[in-house]
């Protein structure tokens, strides 16, 4: 191309050179070809004629050389077209052929350099380097970040001034449930049904609704919206920041529910003492009925100190201020001992209850106190809620690194529904009825503690109508 461009060039001022030259020669010869009165009369017609031609010839010469000059000239100039502007302008563009190609360019020796274009290309050399360089850093930064956001657990989206998405990832379009409809601010905060105004957000620093949150299906939605600028401070969009809060706003209502039991639960039998004792002080009642009053001041009390020890003991877990003295034991005696503590109770509804050891169970090494609690309260707790007459089978065993307790009875079981939060703090399945029986809806989470400060587990299978199964499992002791 550039060779192309510097032959034409070339081509053009030979072409106007010769052009020029010969429009003068030609101008001279038909100046001397119409002389008709010469200047010196002296000379004759011939003599005159002979010299006109002379110097016709002479012009015809004279044109012939300057032609031949003007050809050197023009050759010279095409020479120093092409060293000091052809060549430096293809080095320049193969650079960048290299540079396009991937590959790396070859500077010359300064010293090597012997004009001012030479220089020219040595600084567009360095020039191009360096560029490649910082397109290569911008393009290893542009996708680490977009790693980063590929992969945030929060959702991202990036909206220009007209409300068109600039950038979404897949949290944020998981989050909000979005499709391929969804392709600007209106249609995506119009489905959600919320009432955010992107020029409000842009234009008011203050707004106080820049950040809001959103029930969208089962989730709890967290919108963070914080305008960004251009380089001339500018507004140039907003960012939205999805965050999904759902587990605190459970465990926030978790909170509160339980807030509201405790209180529920300690102003029951405090209402009951002081009403009591407050009859007792006001008017005089025979032995009987004094007897029957404090019996009823009694039993709330120690339903009240029962509730305060639960919660005292679930605190020291959470804590982590229980101090476990470990021991190595036999989970099976263990079973048959709490069976036996429990035997009145049993009877008292005539439950048939037996316990099984099925395997040679090696010794489990653990808080023999905890483990104990929790055997009473699961035994306890199939007791209450077996109806008269009912079976109770308690089956312990190994498997595997674990020694397990197998609990089964044919009680009236618990809901599919509730199965997912019996381990709640007083969640009752009927509260009525569990109130009625002396729980304090702690029991289950007590036990969930201790298991799972000695390494265990528990699980809980049942159908309503049909009884409950209940299995602990607890990691043996392995010698050698």
């Known amino acids: 191309m550039i060779k192309s461009i510097q032959t034409k060039i070339i081509l053009i001022f030979f072409v ?6 010969s429009a003068l020669s030609f101008f001279h010869i038909m100046m001397l070809e119409n002389i008709s009165q010469p200047l010196d009369t002296s000379l004759s017609q011939v003599e005159i004629s002979q010299l006109i031609e002379a110097q016709i010839s002479q012009t015809k010469i004279i044109t012939v050389i300057a032609i031949g000059i003007f050809a050197i000239i023009t050759l010279l100039v095409g ?27 070859e500077i010359e020796d300064s010293d090597k350099k012997n004009t001012q274009i030479d220089e020219l290309v040595n600084a567009f050399s360095l020039m191009t380097t360096e560029l ?46 979005l499709n391929e409809q969804d392709k600007n601010f209106e249609q ?12 409000k957000i842009v234009y008011l620093e203050n707004w106080t609704s820049s950040e809001q949150r959103l029930h969208v299906g089962e989730k709890y939605i ?26 605190h706003v459970k465990l926030d209502n978790m909170r509160k529910e339980f807030v509201a039991d405790v209180s529920h639960e300690l102003k029951t039998p405090i ?25 009823v001041i009694s039993s709330e009390a120690r339903r009240m100190a029962k509730l305060v020890t639960d919660l005292l003991t679930l605190s020291r877990y959470d804590n982590k201020k229980v101090t476990k003295e470990e021991s190595e034991f036999d989970l099976g005696e263990l079973t048959k001992k709490c069976l036996e503590r429990l035997r009145f109770e049993i009877e008292k509804k005539n439950h048939h209850a037996e316990c099984f050891v099925t395997a040679n ?11 104990e609690r929790v055997i009473l309260n699961i035994i306890s707790n199939s007791i209450k809620y077996t109806p008269d007459n009912g079976t109770i089978k308690i089956y312990v065993g190994f498997v595997y690194n674990d020694a397990y307790i197998k609990v089964i009875d044919n009680g009236i079981g618990i809901p599919q529904d509730d199965l997912s939060r019996i381990f709640e703090r007083f969640y009752r399945v009927d509260k009525a009825r569990t109130r009625e029986m002396g729980g304090t809806g702690l029991g289950l989470s007590i036990a969930k503690e201790i298991l799972t400060q000695n ?14 199964e209940v299995v602990i499992r607890i990691p043996v002791n392995k010698k050698g």
Do not use: C, W
């Open 79 to 105: 020479y120093f077209i092409s060293k000091s502007v052809t060549k430096p302008i293809n080095l320049l563009i193969q650079n960048a052929q290299k540079i396009a190609a991937g590959e790396e360019i």
């Open 222 to 247: 967290n919108l963070l919206f914080a305008p960004f600028q251009d380089e001339n401070d500018r507004p140039a969009g907003v960012i939205v920041v999805i965050q999904d809060i759902t587990e």
């Open 271 to 295: 209402t009951s003492i002081m009403g009591y004792a407050d009859t007792l002080l006001e008017s005089e009642y025979d032995k009987e009925m004094q007897v029957k009053f404090l019996g």
């Open 188 to 199: 995506i905060f119009q489905k959600l049904q919320a009432d955010i105004n992107l020029e």
């Open 132 to 177: 490649k360089q910082n397109l290569n850093e911008m393009g290893k930064q542009k996708k680490q970040i977009e790693t980063i956001l590929l992969h945030m657990t929060d959702g991202i989206i990036a909206f220009d001034m007209e409300g068109n998405i600039i950038h979404i990832n897949p949290a944020a379009i998981n989050l909000l449930n």
């Open 455 to 468: 390494h265990g587990s528990i699980d809980i299978k049942s159908e309503v109508g049909k009884g409950t």
């Open 361 to 371: 169970v090696p010794p489990v090494h653990a808080d023999k106190y905890g483990i």
């Open 16 to 21: 106007l050179g010769i052009v020029m030259v």
